[in-house]
Nanobody
């Protein structure tokens, strides 16, 4: 089992930047592809970004492509999401998740494939 703890959320003005982190403990971190998802009030949880086990493959939703960057440090058991040029519509609770089933160099956007989830961190973008 993997335990995931997000941190780094907060309040930021539109156009600003924020980096959220997700620290993992438990099983070998490098055995898991990692994903960031978000959920805004009244909306379904949606995929934001994902990264393969080694970090060689990344994938982004169209809504954040070019603005967000996912990365991981397997030595520190941590995955990051750097968010730039933030928009009001980026306001949500951000969750990290671990996926042990997807092929080694791949990333999945399917929320149902992810096995473990953090508690989430709130990101609020103000005008």
């Amino acid at each position: 089992q993997v335990q995931l703890v997000e941190s780094g959320g907060g309040l930021v003005q539109a156009g600003g930047s924020l980096r959220v982190s997700c620290a993992a403990s438990g099983r070998t971190f490098s055995n898991y592809a990692m994903g960031w998802f978000r959920q805004a009030p009244g909306k379904e949880r949606e995929f934001v970004a994902g990264i393969s086990r080694s970090g060689g493959t990344t994938y982004y939703s169209d809504s954040v492509k070019g603005r967000f960057t996912i990365s991981r440090d397997n030595a520190k058991n941590t995955v990051y999401l750097q968010m730039n040029s933030l928009k009001l519509e980026d306001t949500a609770v951000y969750y990290c998740a671990a996926d042990q089933r997807t092929l080694k160099f791949a990333v999945t956007t399917n929320v149902d494939v992810y096995d473990y989830w953090g508690q989430g961190t709130q990101v609020t973008v103000s005008s």
